[in-house]
């Protein structure tokens, strides 16, 4: 009798293996993405008192614009699964020696002192792109890293549904996007957790059997 059990013990143990590799207990979800753009062809022409030009934008948390991937989302609830967020200017005619400034803000009354996040002096009048990316805080021109954020992080855009990119220097502005793409949670696979329910009961009958 006991040679019977151990053999039912074994099988049922080479039909659990079986089962985890052909249907692994979990699966990672396909990343949810978020996209928002404000395409506004304007010239920039700011220095000195010229107020700076600012870009409203609507984050994951709003659903007043923005096109979803993979299903809706809040970012406050995604905040430690991010895996890039980047805000982007498509601009060209950049023709000053001047630095590109960027600054960052969450309400819509504006001045000189919210807060500049970076800067950069673009060395051609071609059409370029200048990057935040928020998750590392660095600066990208093209592309290639030119330097670091001050001031911004992923945490600063908890409890938003928008927030504005402000511009200071001479060039045109084409167009600005934010770009968020999150990690899902990991699900449990539902014909696993049928497999693995099942390989419990057999144990549970196998082992009151033996103990009759």
Known sequence: MKTKTNYLLIGLAIVMAIASWLCPATVKAAPLSYHDE???????DTSGTTPVYWVQLYFPDSTTRGTYTNGLFEYDNYVNQVNFFTITLHGYGDNSS????FYLDFDSIHSTNSGKIAGY??????PFTLTLDIKNRDLLYNGSDVGNLSNASLLDFLGHDNFWVGYACHF???E?????SVNSAHAPEPVSIILLGSCLLGLAGVRKKFKR
């Open 38 to 44: 404000d395409s506004t062809n304007y010239w920039i």
């Open 98 to 101: 001047s630095t590109i400034d």
């Open 121 to 126: 002096d673009v060395p051609t009048s071609s």
């Open 172 to 174: 045109w502005h084409d």
């Open 176 to 180: 600005t996007d934010v770009v968020v």
